[in-house]
């Protein structure tokens, strides 16, 4: 029981914290596409270049966060990869909505 409960705080943890590595790709996305800076939107002619930038640093640094979270929680790997997954639902989410918001 108490293996459990420490796996769902450990998934519940890294959820959290990985939201916060997302909420703080936002002002970033947004900033590159004010800015229009011209090698991003060289990426592709549809004028959404910037949102894939965004998305790429974005999967670099929840790659480097996932292997952090791994490194902090040894014994309950499948838990913080669980959390990692699960923020991955919302991450998701506002990239379709950036992508969308660009395309207009």
Known sequence: MRAEE?????????????????????PYGVMVYAAEVQW???LIDNGTGSVLATAG????????????MLWRFPR???AATGGWLLSLLPAAGLFAWGYTAAMV
């Open 76 to 78: 309950a790997r499948l």
């Open 40 to 42: 991003m939107e060289n």
């Open 6 to 26: 420490q796996g769902v705080r450990v998934t519940a943890s890294v959820f959290g914290r990985t939201l916060w590595v997302i909420a703080g790709a936002v």
């Open 57 to 68: 640093l974005w999967a670099f640094f929840l790659l480097l966060f996932l292997g952090a």
